[in-house]
């Protein structure tokens, strides 16, 4: 079989309870459907040989297994096939040759190869003319003995080379299922595994905070894969008291998990490698609270854009920074939408929104987010939209129309299709007046096909067939309607009252539950909340508060909030300044909600020990033309030990809860702001 055969088979394989349609093939493979008829005809003499039950074109179009399909059985026949079975292309046969050539130490004749790739001697010569480019590319010489046959001349650095380059034009991954992978590595004698490679060196970078552009890791790990397989020196080891980079001492700590020696020839061969193909400016030591702060601002800016709540979703924010810390699972999420769930997500809209602004997490990791990583962002955001929505009191709306009920009636099943509100009424314009008056419920909002004039709340104009600016609309005002909500407590107790009306039938009944809720849930409050620090009570300090009515730049408050921090021994004044350059470099990621800002730099750059400073601007500064102005200007810096996220989850707090800066302004010492900022609710 072919190529295209086999991978079609392996596909029908790994996808046995789907229906596959030709389409799929033809579509992916950009061939006529003659052409695909040809490629099952040929995978029919393949399973007939077996024996077992041929593939069926049917006239929808759907590819069918017969009854004595056994894919146990298929899939251990298609890999026992051979380079005679299994008809390798001009390229294939070259990379099968020269990875033959470079991992023997003995000689090979051209005979021996033209026999076990079931081609003549002269298709051998003229691969072999090919195959010598590439060698003298790498610095290797092929040596050919009329007598012996060939073998390859060169050094550890050029072999790793050559394979390094072989491995990635096919493409290789631990988890490829590619027959033409898997026919190559079963002639090699591997030692050790990709996978198993790949896993400990991740492991590594994770510990160490480091961050790669996946491709770039994958060539890294390849690299070590290659060499640890068939390039392992004999020389002197790596002696403990040399310098190694951070790139550098994932390798070593590979060997000591791996059990594999580090040689000084396998070092410099390795930083050779780095060097030669810029791999090592791809790598950087990625402080966690800057990466917090990075993709804060940029669910910031996607909120602004489509109008859903999404830095309160702390599990969103944990697996975003999972994600791009690991450098794993990008792409490769797969998520079950509820079968219940039947609210509106415009997944073009939202994946043209993460494509505006992944600029925002580019700039901050150093490389350009890949489709897969931007693909699995959007996921992660349609599963916070779905989880989050759940939880939401609903929104309780009134339609009107018109006057013609047949309008309003067509609205309203549009709107239960998008939308979960809970829709009070249909009426005709005429009657809004008097029906608020009447309605003893609060409505949240009106949805309206033509004008309404009221003021006893709002009133989105839609037209009678929703567009797409409709739905940003009225997901705008659920936005808004949601920032009201000030408490997880309070957010709770309201979809818990809700609940009971849902299932309660009884009117009367279900206002009693509700109110002995209400009831319950203020006894508790009352009788068991202490005072209690908060997380921020841990580092800040009323020493470390400023207060100041002064006019400044925002680099001025900077280097006036680190003050106290400075005198007190607490850090060096260079960490300051490397606070400052992180703002010229990323912008004003540094405010983190309304009028709170955190400076904040590594901990390399002259930490001390960690530290908590506050400088209170009753005048506010900006951090870029036309933003908001920010009062609050904390100052954080930690040793590494311990990275307080807790910290800088109540810090962004601050910011997001209705009037918090605005009091926090209008007290006037130190002592005040401090027990508002560590009791205060």
């Given at each position: ?387 989050n929505q759940r939880y939401m009191p609903k929104m309780s709306v009134l339609i ?282």
């Amino acid at each position: 079989m072919r190529k295209r055969s086999t991978e079609i088979i392996q596909t029908i394989l790994r996808d046995k309870d789907k229906v596959l349609y030709a389409k799929d093939f033809t579509e992916k493979y950009g061939i006529t459907h003659k052409t695909l008829r040809n490629d099952i005809k040929e995978i029919n003499q393949f399973l007939r040989s077996i024996p077992a039950s041929e593939l069926v074109l049917t006239e929808k179009g759907e590819i069918i297994c017969g009854q004595e399909f056994d894919e146990v059985i298929v899939k251990r026949r298609l890999y026992e096939m051979d380079a005679y079975t299994y008809k390798l292309s001009t390229k294939e046969r070259q990379i099968y040759t020269i990875m033959i050539l470079t991992t023997s130490v003995h000689y090979i004749t051209m005979q021996s190869l033209a026999g076990e790739l079931y081609v003549s001697r002269i298709t051998i010569v003229n691969d072999i003319d090919a195959i010598k480019k590439i060698y003298q590319k790498a610095g290797a010489e092929l040596m050919v003995d009329p007598g012996k046959g060939m073998l390859l001349k060169c050094g550890n650095r050029e072999k790793a080379e050559i394979l390094t380059f072989i491995f990635k034009e096919i493409g290789y991954k631990s988890h490829s299922g590619d027959f033409f992978q898997h026919m190559l590595l079963s002639r090699m004698n591997l030692s050790f595994e990709f996978a198993d490679i790949f896993s400990c060196m991740q492991e590594y970078v994770l510990t160490h905070h480091m961050i790669f552009a996946e491709d770039v890791f994958n060539e890294i790990v390849l690299y070590v894969f290659v060499v640890f397989n068939f390039c392992r020196s004999v020389t002197s080891l790596v002696k403990s008291d040399e310098t190694q980079s951070e790139i550098e001492v994932m390798l070593l700590h590979a060997g000591a998990v791996m059990n594999v020696s580090i040689t000084s020839n396998m070092l410099k061969g390795f930083r050779q490698y780095i060097q030669k193909h810029h791999l090592d400016s791809f790598v950087e030591t990625i402080d966690e609270i800057g990466l917090y702060k990075i993709v804060i601002k940029f669910l910031h800016k996607l909120e602004e854009r489509i109008y859903y709540a999404l830095i309160d979703d702390q599990s969103l924010i944990d697996s975003l920074l999972m994600h791009i810390k690991h450098m794993k699972n990008w792409g490769d999420w797969r998520v079950e939408f509820p079968e219940e769930y039947e609210g509106y997500i415009d997944y073009a809209f939202l994946e043209q929104a993460v494509d505006e602004y992944a600029p925002i997490l580019e700039g901050f990791l150093g490389y350009q987010l890949s489709n897969n990583m931007k693909k699995s962002i959007v996921i992660h955001i349609c599963v916070s939209i779905i989880r989050n929505q759940r939880y939401m009191p609903k929104m309780s709306v009134l339609i009107v129309c018109p006057g013609s009920m047949a309008t309003g009636k067509y609205l309203e099943a549009q709107i239960k299709n998008y939308f979960d509100f809970q829709i009070v009424d249909v009426i005709a314009v005429r009657e809004v007046s008097q029906k608020m008056r009447q309605m003893s419920e609060q409505i949240d909002f009106i949805i309206s096909t033509v004008t309404v004039h009221t003021d006893i709340c709002p009133v989105i104009k839609v037209h009678p067939f929703l567009k797409m600016e409709d739905m940003n609309l009225l997901q705008k005002m659920v936005f808004q309607k949601q920032r009201h909500v000030q408490s997880t407590t309070t957010q709770k107790l309201s979809a818990m009252k809700n609940m009971i009306h849902n299932i309660v039938d009884d009117s009367t009944l279900a206002k009693i539950l509700c109110e002995k809720l209400s009831d319950v849930v203020e006894d508790y409050q009352s009788n068991t909340l202490i005072r209690q620090k908060k997380a921020i009570g841990s580092l800040l300090e009323p020493d470390g508060i400023q207060i100041t009515e002064e006019d400044m730049s925002w680099r001025q408050a900077m280097y006036r909030v680190a003050v106290p921090l400075e005198q007190a021994g607490r850090l060096r004044k260079e960490y300051i300044e490397k606070a400052i350059r992180n703002v010229e470099q990323y912008g004003d990621y540094i405010v983190v909600s309304n009028g709170v800002a955190l400076a904040h730099a590594d901990k390399d750059a002259g930490v001390i020990k960690d530290c908590l400073g506050l400088l209170l601007l009753r005048n506010g500064v900006c951090f870029a033309e036309d933003s908001e102005r920010v009062h609050l200007l904390f100052c954080f810096a930690t040793t590494g030990e311990d990275t307080h996220l807790d910290i800088l989850k109540e810090i962004i707090q601050i910011g997001k809860q209705d009037g918090k800066v605005q009091k926090l302004c209008a007290l006037n010492t130190r002592q005040e702001i401090y027990e508002e900022l560590i009791y205060g609710e």
